[in-house]
Structures are given as structure tokens and as C-alpha cells.
């Protein structure tokens, strides 16, 4: 379902403008439709308020808490099934944030990710974006949302930026807390500057050789990593909002002198901080993840030769690893 369709229908219904912006703005903050001091919604059209409560009921359904894994580090993995009975996984991240999902499965195939292992099985509408983080007001305040979870927003863009409009309007989320997360697509670097919303962007660059990121995210639009540097600085100008490059460290393939090098010739100078993850080890699928020593060293390294470069987590790895992996883990123990 998309915000577009609750819109119309409360149209239908006779609501004005105001009265659908109150509607979703209270579903976005997870708050009860009849609640606030003056009590708008004495004054919409009656059909609307008999409406509400069923219409309510619906958006609860949209993302409903299937199961969850709560990490030592403060974070905690939803499984979160949606209408049709799909699901997804939304983390609840140190610190009030909140990374969702935006598409089951993902057509990227990235070769280190459990996700990209499926395939694309369906988009998510923008409300059943949006409803991931109403669910997950239920149970924690949330102030940041980021967009990297399971899927690749950049291929079900109309829906995720219906999604970032709601929320950095009436959803509560200032406009730099809302993190879009892609492989690099065209389209994005079109779109994003004509937003009244204007995300903050992070890019997962993986590698600075173009061959081995096609050969890493094999279905990632063909940009050149330099190219790609490119276009993010000229959003992180324009915004004024660091771009966020996104690095999977994986032992042995990405963590060489000749990469180090190349992320120094890429971002020296750059409005940039550069993420390095170290690698969350999947079962049969043959990647390694550097020792924490070796990754420090790199971050190290990278930070003296002027790159601003953070060292970090996956959130809740002690629990199920990245994402996808609880997805897969639940519905393996749920096969006949
Ligand atoms: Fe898709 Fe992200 Fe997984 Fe790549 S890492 S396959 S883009 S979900």
C-alpha cells in the first residue's frame, strides 16, 4: 500500500488536507488517532471519523512484530511480517535510530550479503516503509532512519521518497536523520536534489576498482567509482551533509595497499566519512572477516593519510549477523 492510496481514500471520505496529515502524522508517531489536545478530529467530516478506526486497524497491519532478537550492543532485530504475510527486518539501533527495509529480497545479488542471495520477491509500498517505523515506535523512541536494510532503495525510489517525505514532514525526523543507502544509481542523483526532504546520503563503494565492485555487486548500476565520488560530492555541497561511504571489509579481497590507496586518491579532501564494517561471516557462503586488529589498522591508516574513516559494528552481529539473516533463519525453522 502506498501513502498515495490512504491520501485518496481519505479524500473519498471528504477529510481535507489537514485531517489526512493529522491521520498519518499520528500513525507515523504511533500515537492513538484520537488522541492531541484539540481533538481534530471533532471536527472532520463524520463519514471520516467512522472511518478511523478501521482505517487505523488497517496501518497497524501493515507490519506486525513477528519475531525479535535483542543485541548486547544495545540493538535489537525485528522480524517484521507484513499483510500479505511476507516479511522483513527493521533494526532497532543504538542511540534512536532505526534501519528499515524497502524492498523483500534484492535484485543487487551482492555476493557477501544473505539478502541478495534471493533475489527480488516484492517492493514495499511507501506505507509499509512508513509502517516499520510506526511499529517501532511502539516499543522505543525513534529519531534517525536509515534506509539499509533489506533491499536497495535506489530500485523502488517513488515509494521510498513518499516514505522520507512523510517522515521528515510529519513523522518527527529531522531531514539530516533520514539516511538513503545505495549502490549508486542515476536516477537518485536526479531525484534527491528536488526534494523538499532532502536525506542524508550513504553510498556503499566496497572497492575503488571498478571490475572487482562489479564482480562484488554484480547487479549495481555500472558506475566508476570515481564518477560515483563524483556525484556524491555534489549532493553533500548541495545539502551540506557529509556523504556517507559505505565499506565492507572482507578479508583478503578489499582490505589490500592498493585499495587503501585508491580510497586516499577518491576522498582525500572530500565531504565524506568513509564506514568501514568488517564482515559478519556467513554460513557457505566464502568470505572471511578481517580480525578487528587488522580493520583498526586500515581505519588507522586511512584517518593519518586524511580520509575521515570510523571503525564500526554491524549492529546486533552477535545476535543473527546482517541482514537477511534472520529472515532466513526464522523461515528455514518454519519449512514442513
Ligand atoms: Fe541488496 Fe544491500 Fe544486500 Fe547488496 S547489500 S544485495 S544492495 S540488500
Redesign the pocket.
Known sequence: MRLADIRQRLAALGAGPKHTARVLRLWSQAQPQDSGKRRLEDFMPQRVREALPALDAELRGLARLRAEHIGEDGSSRLLVELADGQTVESVLLPRDGLCVSTQVG?A???VF?M??QSGLLRQLGSAEIVAQVALARTRRVVKKVVFMG???PAHNLDNVLEAIDLLGTGGNIGHKELVFST?GDPRVFELLPLQTVKPALAL?LHSTKAALRAEL?PR?PRIDPAELVEEGERYARLTHYPIQYQWTLLDGINDGDDELDGIVRLLKGKYAVMNMIPYNQIDGLPYQRPSWEKAAAIARRLHQRGVLTKLRHSAGQDVDGG??QLRARVSATEEP
Do not use: D, N, Q
Request: with cysteine; charged share 5%; glycine share 24%.
Open positions: 534484492c543487487v545479488g551482492c550479503c539478502t541478495g533489506m533491499g536497495e549502490v556503499s555487486l549495481a541482514c537477511g
